[in-house]
């Protein structure tokens, strides 16, 4: 008998997933259903394409054919999937209003999550998220129709981040609410006043501790808590996302406390037959060791790898999740990976923090450019726990070596032992990291005598 993979979801967990099996697995079936039309596409990638960074929209999709034929995988877009009967290993779905079922082996559970769009009074259809290839097709109609020539941002997330650049690349005058003190929560107050500042420099009329409360004039006033009004043709909500658990929910599989399905070192769920992988899980933080729901790319990726391999019989497990992330906004790349000194105090974990300006490359070359710093580490061991990194160059590459550190559990001793590539082009003979380290050490030192 043929042993049948079934995955719910595609995109970067289910379609990633199912490649990956293929590479050890030559003989099982592998069956991927997804509810909407595109079985693989490049999210990440969506705002550029609203800002023309990307002018073809076909760059974005991989070609259902295409995808089915190189890794002989069957799949059914516009495919629901409305039960799971796990007694039977059988799932329950509609396409074309028919009721179809399907027997498995395993089951992989890909759901992802959805965009938040909270029921405000006064909204209109001129107010959109940006979760799908739909999503963004509805958002590049309405501009290229409609020439709005304002948009409110709400929410000063990744989303709402990029999203602010691009828009204004479209030539739309953007203001962005945030409920906060200031935009980019994963930042501390202290880097995240920097990104506040960027934004106000670049034309963008920021409203921080401020929400959104009810439009007027067919959505094109709306209405903050705070009593302002911001006159704007059409808004794009980024106040978060939503894992989507109601299939594993509906199973009777375990959830855990930030509310993605509950999966174990190896991404089997609560049922060993079942596992699950994508925005909708959650997973261990790496620093912290508490529940964490991370909704980025490279961990759906390395579930999708370790699932592969479990199912091949290697033991190679999950130790957490890192959150290392980067964007850029206008000139300045913003990269931050592990803990911040806002998140450690809110666990009641002890830390130390350390601030420094650094470099891109040696001064006396010409294009050198400031990077604002920012390093946690553990206060007795010297361990590395975070960092967060602001400049127009070198942010990226700073943020990787620390991350790479963090997943070695160096020190701030190793941080000034690091020998890293120099070329004045590139850094400085010390590079930047490295003087962060000495920093941290002198701190470190001082606090132990």
């Given at each position: 008998m043929?042993?049948k993979?079934?995955?719910v979801g595609?995109?970067?967990?289910g379609a ?13 079936e592998i069956?991927?259903?997804d509810?909407?039309?595109y079985i693989?596409?490049a999210?990440c990638g969506m705002p550029?394409?609203i800002?023309r960074?990307?002018?073809?929209r076909?760059q974005?999709l991989?070609s259902?054919?295409d995808?089915?034929?190189k ?11 409305t039960h799971?009967?796990r007694?039977?290993q059988?799932i329950?779905?509609?396409k074309?209003?028919?009721?179809h079922?399907?027997?498995y082996?395993?089951l992989?559970l ?9 029921d405000l ?8 998220t940006?979760r799908t290839i739909?999503?963004?097709d ?12 304002s ?6 997330g990744?989303?709402g981040?990029?999203m602010?650049?691009n828009l ?11 409920y906060?003190?200031?935009v980019?929560k994963?930042?501390?107050?202290d880097?995240a006043s920097?990104v506040?500042?960027?934004?106000t ?5 920021l ?8 439009y007027s004039?067919q959505g094109t006033?709306?209405?903050l808590s705070?009593g302002?009004?911001?006159q704007?043709?059409?808004?794009l909500?980024a106040?978060?996302i939503?894992?989507?658990i109601e299939?594993?929910?509906k199973?009777g599989l375990e959830l855990?406390?930030t509310g993605?399905?509950k999966?174990?070192?190896v991404?089997q769920t ?12 959650e997973?261990?933080d790496?620093v912290?060791k508490k529940?964490a729901h991370v ?6 990726h390395?579930q999708a790898?370790v699932?592969?391999s ?5 033991s190679?497990q ?6 290392s992330s ?10 931050i ?7 450690l105090?809110e666990?009641d974990?002890p ?5 420094s300006t650094g470099?891109?490359?040696?001064g006396?070359y010409?294009?050198?450019e400031?990077?604002r710093?920012k390093i946690v580490y553990?206060?007795?061991?010297g ?8 400049g127009p160059?070198?942010a990226?590459?700073?943020m990787?070596v620390l ?12 941080l000034?032992?690091?020998e890293l590539?120099y070329?004045p082009?590139y850094?400085?003979s ?8 000495y ?5 470190w030192?001082?606090a132990?005598?």
């Amino acid at each position: 008998m043929v042993n049948k993979i079934v995955i719910v979801g595609g995109v970067g967990g289910g379609a990633t997933v199912a490649a990956q099996i293929r590479r050890y697995d030559t003989d099982s079936e592998i069956h991927i259903l997804d509810r909407c039309g595109y079985i693989s596409f490049a999210n990440c990638g969506m705002p550029y394409y609203i800002g023309r960074d990307i002018t073809d929209r076909n760059q974005l999709l991989y070609s259902e054919n295409d995808f089915a034929e190189k890794y002989n995988v069957f799949i059914e877009t516009y495919a629901e999937v409305t039960h799971i009967e796990r007694e039977k290993q059988t799932i329950f779905y509609e396409k074309n209003n028919k009721p179809h079922e399907m027997d498995y082996n395993t089951l992989i559970l890909s759901p992802g999550a959805s965009a938040v769009m909270p029921d405000l009074p006064g909204m209109h259809s001129n107010t959109f998220t940006l979760r799908t290839i739909e999503n963004m097709d509805q958002i590049e109609k309405f501009i290229s129709e409609k020439k709005p020539t304002s948009v409110a941002i709400i929410g000063g997330g990744f989303i709402g981040l990029e999203m602010v650049e691009n828009l204004h690349k479209r030539g739309l005058h953007c203001s962005m609410v945030d409920y906060s003190e200031h935009v980019m929560k994963r930042l501390d107050s202290d880097m995240a006043s920097h990104v506040d500042k960027h934004l106000t420099e670049n034309g963008v009329d920021l409203y921080l501790n401020d929400k959104l409360e009810s439009y007027s004039d067919q959505g094109t006033i709306l209405h903050l808590s705070s009593g302002k009004t911001i006159q704007a043709d059409m808004t794009l909500m980024a106040v978060g996302i939503k894992p989507n658990i109601e299939l594993a929910e509906k199973a009777g599989l375990e959830l855990g406390e930030t509310g993605g399905i509950k999966v174990n070192n190896v991404m089997q769920t609560s049922d060993p037959s079942i596992y699950a992988l994508g925005d909708a899980v959650e997973e261990v933080d790496f620093v912290t060791k508490k529940p964490a729901h991370v909704a980025l790319a490279w961990p759906a990726h390395r579930q999708a790898f370790v699932i592969a391999s479990h199912l091949n019989g290697e033991s190679i497990q999950r130790e957490g999740v890192l959150g290392s992330s980067i964007f850029r906004l206008f000139d300045l790349t913003i990269a931050i990976t592990g803990q911040s000194a806002q998140s450690l105090e809110e666990s009641d974990i002890p830390f130390e923090a350390v601030t420094s300006t650094g470099f891109s490359h040696a001064g006396y070359y010409p294009g050198s450019e400031k990077i604002r710093m920012k390093i946690v580490y553990e206060p007795k061991s010297g361990q590395l726990l975070g960092g967060s990194f602001i400049g127009p160059k070198g942010a990226d590459k700073r943020m990787a070596v620390l991350a790479t550190a963090i997943k070695g559990k160096l020190t701030i001793d190793d941080l000034t032992d690091l020998e890293l590539g120099y070329n004045p082009i590139y850094s400085g003979s010390k590079d930047a990291l490295n003087i962060l380290g000495y920093k941290a050490r002198e701190q470190w030192k001082k606090a132990k005598n």
